[in-house]
């Protein structure tokens, strides 16, 4: 009796009140989630950490979960079992997401099928827990919003993390020009290995000025911006006719000119992911799912936690020297 007691119930991480990284609590009596119908119950083997999750926790998000609630929505494992009317996956497929229903900081999650996608063989869980966010993102980012095109020049403002080396690569299999900047030595020489045709250091004091003498008078068409609250000022400066900023990551306000889009009549656009419609995830998904299988989709894993220590890699993914491809829990 106690065996079969135990079999259905899981670890989970939950939080009961908005907060610092320590509100995060690892629980080993959470009773594993049922699929519904359109559902399907997956097997967590890993699940990528996105910034976008501690901003949740924090309380300081536009959108704030009803608590106790467990975060993650991008897992990646296999399919334990499927609720009513699903037929696209069955027990035992390989399988990442782009969100979850339960969470995905737990031993088993479930998620609604249409945000679940098989994972090729070319790729382990831990790169398959690294695509979700930061690659739909990205997308989104360069054509859905920023309206990318072959032959244009794009600037990956913060390029070595999981949304940046996204971009990269991309952006580079789209045949754009691109340059990417990070804060250390090991950062640059990844974004390079990914698709950048140029890395500059932004912990340099003149980096600016170097962007703006690689690229001449013409400036670069799209910057894709992981901290707009430091940089967008800047951005402005550098873009060319008609170029675009893409806010993708921002941590508070900034004081910018508006003359400055003036000039140029640039845009500044905010990405939200959380928006796309179902066809605009669609879209994503085929173009990602094209990239995989040719060879040029590979997340970059970076740091790895176990799920007790989850606090850590919140505290680590704020404030890390410098990010160095996707956080991920095990």
């Known amino acids: 009796i106690a065996m079969a007691a135990t079999r259905n ?43 976008v999750e501690t901003y949740i926790r924090s309380g300081n998000y536009a959108r704030k979960p009803a608590l106790p609630y467990t975060p993650g929505s991008d897992v990646a494992g296999v399919i334990e079992c499927v609720g009513e009317h699903v037929t696209t996956f069955k027990k035992g497929d390989r399988v990442f997401t782009i969100g979850t229903i339960s969470g995905g900081y737990a031993d088993y999650a479930v998620a609604a099928a249409n945000r679940v996608f098989p994972l090729s063989d070319k790729l382990d869980f831990k790169q398959g827990a690294a695509i979700g966010i930061p690659y739909f993102t990205a997308y989104r980012a360069l054509f859905q919003k920023g309206r990318a095109k072959a032959g244009e020049s794009v600037l990956v ?41 140029q890395a500059f250091n932004h912990r340099e ?104 220590k989850v606090v850590k890699a919140h505290e680590d993914i704020i404030h890390s020297s410098g990010a160095r491809g996707k956080m991920v829990l095990l």
């Open 157 to 197: 403002h913060g390029a070595s993390g999981g949304v940046g080396i996204a971009t990269c690569q991309i952006a580079r299999a789209c045949g754009l020009k691109v340059l990417g900047t990070a804060g250390t030595e090991e950062g640059m020489n990844m974004v390079l290995r990914n698709g950048a045709h």
């Open 9 to 51: 119930v899981m670890r989970a991480v939950r939080v009961f009140e908005f907060g610092g990284p320590e509100v995060l609590k690892l629980q080993s009596d959470i009773l594993i989630p049922d699929p519904k119908e359109n559902q399907v119950l997956i097997k967590v083997h890993a699940c990528g950490v996105n910034p």
């Open 205 to 308: 004091a003149n980096y600016i000025d170097k962007i703006k003498e690689y690229t001449g008078k013409e400036g670069v068409d799209i910057i894709i911006e992981m901290l707009s609250n430091i940089n967008l000022a800047t951005d402005l400066q550098v873009l060319s006719y008609a170029g675009r900023v893409m806010v993708v990551g921002c941590r508070g306000p900034i004081e910018i000119n508006p003359r400055d889009t003036m000039s140029k009549e640039s845009s500044i656009i905010g990405v939200s992911l959380f928006l796309a419609t179902e066809e605009e995830r669609h879209e994503c998904a085929t173009a990602l799912l094209d990239g995989i299988e040719a060879g040029w989709l590979k997340p970059i894993v970076g740091s790895e936690y176990p799920l007790e």
